[in-house]
């Protein structure tokens, strides 16, 4: 198990520096003067211009300037934004928000997808599986955007039952409404795996011997069924991560809740490339090391995979 | 001994002809894409969704078949918020846009986006993933890692990234550049594991036996026989594409203001959701049912050109 973590750490590092890389590589072909933007109407002497293009490495190359950068993130510091904050700082106020949401909007995805997706597969072909079917393909296509306004529209404005937008007051309770569409947009994915998956199962010799054992269904479905199930939906999880990140985007857009996600687009409205690299820096790191943790948990969930290559 | 007649008796040989096992050889062999074509056109589905992916279409090819309304020519601030009228059946935005004819206009603009997307995701995938598959070793090792690395960034992010850089150049192809340029890690790696599969087919030794170059082997007996997945996630990441058109156009990096597209169309209906929800509702249907047609369409080909799937339905 620890070799495998090892060579797994080791397999990010191409990974690492080369989306870094990318992503910096794009911006800097970025049109506009940042030093000039930053000096704003008055236009500075060609000294100055030239000591502020020093003290941030703009009169070197760019694998130079990217080597600067690297060495920044690796001591912890991200960058600035345009507005002179350090973007560690932007962060530790905007992550706990989306981190929040996320975390609501997972537990939702998995609540519906397992309750839905198990009823479906013992109900093959019936009313409810069929119904299932057609309310996931409509998820599945309406893009999350469609499902935030109509959520707000009828959920908020029409019956009332939450707030249309969330702004500076966003603890766990006024996320909900948000939470609600992002976790139904993540769901239709993880339900028809969760599906798939428990009709699988359900063909397995141990069940038909737990049942066979004389256990009664409410201990065989549970223990026996749903355990062995979830793998396809953790896995699909760690892939569908880019998705709830978009999602997250847009959502928080949408409600106007000040999270990562919602910083990352004004960025991109004021065009501030150095704050958008960043940002979308941190959101590749995360990826990377949520893909890392749900390989690793294979191993507690099916004691078959013990990484032994 | 020789005048000596032997006198047993010999049956009369009469003339029958060989019997053989008959093989009926009626009608041409059966494969895999001839199974899927007689399973998929018995299912309804299929031809629902081909008939909206066919409307679609001709929405997108031949607009004024559908609206006599010229492009962009149909907003009246005088018709804002305006129901339904005569040749206008679904009313009027807050701008007073005929939303039926932005509808009609803006198929074109999604549709584009999508298959352009589609096919530079589906043309790099192939290529990158055919190449790791069929060469291995050094080639393989290579081209995974880029890979990797395209598929740790979620690919409207880089996407969003792409289009604040080329802010200038906001049209149809630059987006389908920033998108399907981002989109092809998953299909290199469907890719991969068929071409895999399919180099250690006879026929593939037999090629390369018969004195046929490795690449010229590759071109005409492996990529071919590894097609099929990489139709069923073409069909899919059209799918994906004009969504993610119409979330980088809703996000603001996408196509400009003035484009018809039904990202655009939802992005504006926005601000007057309160008062006129129908100019958001719309589009959104529109986009919905296109979506869901394609999703629809590359589920039923995949189930059809698998065989284990069709047995166990």
């Known amino acids: ?309 | 001994m020789s005048d000596e007649k032997s006198a047993h008796y010999v049956a009369p040989v009469t003339e029958a002809a060989p019997v053989t096992d008959a093989v009926v050889v009626s009608g041409k062999p059966a494969s895999l894409w001839r199974d899927g074509w007689r399973d998929l056109r018995r299912r309804p589905m299929f031809w629902i969704s081909l008939a909206v992916v066919a409307l679609v279409l001709l929405m997108a090819a031949w607009p004024t078949l559908f609206t006599q309304t010229p492009p962009n020519n149909g907003c009246e601030l005088s018709n804002s918020n305006g129901g339904p009228a005569a040749g206008h059946p679904l009313g009027y935005t807050f701008q007073g846009c005929d939303i039926y004819a932005r509808l009609v206009w803006g198929s074109r603009t999604s549709l584009s986006v999508g298959l352009l997307a589609t096919l530079i995701s589906s043309g790099i995938g192939l290529i990158m993933g055919a190449l790791a598959g069929y060469y291995g070793g050094w080639v393989d090792a290579v081209l995974s890692r880029i890979g990797d690395i395209f598929f740790s960034i979620p690919y409207i992010l880089a996407a969003v990234v792409v289009m604040t850089v080329f802010s200038q150049f906001r049209n149809v192809l630059t987006l389908a550049l920033a998108i399907g340029g981002f989109a092809w890690a998953s299909t290199a790696r469907v890719v991969r594991a068929e071409i895999l599969r399919v180099r250690q087919a006879e026929y593939v030794t037999a090629s390369r036996a018969l004195g046929r170059s490795r690449f010229g082997t590759l071109v005409a007996h492996v990529v071919p026989n590894a097609i099929a997945p990489l139709l069923v996630l073409a069909t899919l990441s059209l799918a994906a594409s004009i969504v993610a058109e119409a979330t980088l156009t809703f996000l603001g990096v996408g196509l400009g203001g003035d484009t018809m597209s039904w990202g655009n169309d939802i992005s504006q209906a926005q601000s007057s959701l309160r008062v006129a929800p129908m100019a958001l509702i719309y589009p959104s249907i529109a986009l919905t049912v296109t979506v869901l047609a394609f999703i629809m369409l590359g589920e039923l080909i995949r189930d059809a050109l698998d065989p284990r799937a069709r047995a166990s339905r």
């Open chain 1, 1 to 309: 198990m620890l070799s495998y973590i090892i060579r797994r750490l080791l397999q990010l590092i191409p990974v690492f520096f080369g989306a870094t890389l990318l992503i910096y590589a794009l911006v800097f072909l970025m049109p506009g003067d940042p030093i000039a933007a930053l000096f704003g109407d008055k236009p500075p002497s060609p000294q100055l211009l030239a000591a502020v293009r020093a003290q941030y490495h703009l009169d070197q190359p760019f694998l130079v300037q990217y080597y600067y950068y690297i060495l920044g993130v690796f001591q912890g510091d991200m960058g600035t934004t345009f507005s002179g904050q350090s973007v560690n700082e932007v962060l530790s106020r905007t992550l706990p928000v989306t981190g929040r949401l996320a975390i609501m909007a997972i537990g939702i995805e998995f609540t519906l997808a397992i309750i839905v997706g198990t009823v479906s597969a013992l109900r093959k072909g019936k009313i409810f599986d069929n119904g299932a079917l057609v309310v996931s393909l409509v998820f599945l296509s309406m893009p999350i955007f469609v499902v935030a306004f109509l959520g707000q529209y009828f959920l908020a404005i029409k019956l009332g039952w939450f707030r249309p937008t969330i702004g500076g007051q966003n603890d766990w309770g006024d996320l909900w409404l948000p939470a609600i569409v992002l976790g139904l947009s993540l769901f239709a994915t993880s339900m028809r795996l969760m599906r798939g998956s428990v009709l699988d199962t359900l063909n397995q010799d141990w069940v038909r011997t737990a049942y066979s054992k004389g256990l009664p269904r409410y201990r065989v479905i549970p223990v026996h069924v749903l355990r062995n199930s979830l793998i396809p939906v953790i896995t699909n999880s760690a892939t569908n991560f880019g998705v709830l990140l978009v999602g997250a985007t847009v959502t928080e857009h949408i409600f106007n809740i000040p999270g990562v996600g919602n910083t990352l687009f004004q960025a991109t409205l004021k065009h501030e490339g150095p704050t958008i690299v960043s940002f979308v820096t941190v959101f590749v790191i995360i990826y990377v090391l949520v893909n890392l943790l749900v390989d690793l948990l294979y191993g507690l969930l099916d004691p078959r995979i013990r990484y032994v290559r």
